[in-house]
C-alpha cells in the first residue's frame, strides 16, 4: 500500500521537510550515514507520492498498483 494513499497532502510535504531538516542537521554533526538514511526516506517517500498522483491521473487504485508492482 502507498504511503501517500492515507497520508494528506500537507502532512506529506509537512515530513519531507521534517526529513530535510532532520539531514541537514546530521550532515552538520558529521553523522553522514543517518544524513543518508533521511535522504533515502525522503526519496522514497517523493516516488510514493508521485506515483499516487500518477495513478490518480490515469484513475487506477491503490490495489491495482500493489498488483502491478
Known sequence: MLVSAVIST???????????RAEYG???DGRRSQ?????????VLCMDARS??????????????????
Open 35 to 43: 544524513a543518508a538514511n533521511y535522504a533515502q526516506l525522503r526519496k
Open 52 to 69: 499516487m498522483e500518477d495513478a490518480s491521473a490515469s484513475g487506477l487504485k491503490a490495489t491495482e498498483l500493489d498488483q502491478a508492482a
Open 10 to 20: 500537507y502532512l506529506l510535504t509537512h515530513l519531507h521537510h521534517v526529513l530535510q
Open 26 to 28: 546530521a550532515v552538520q
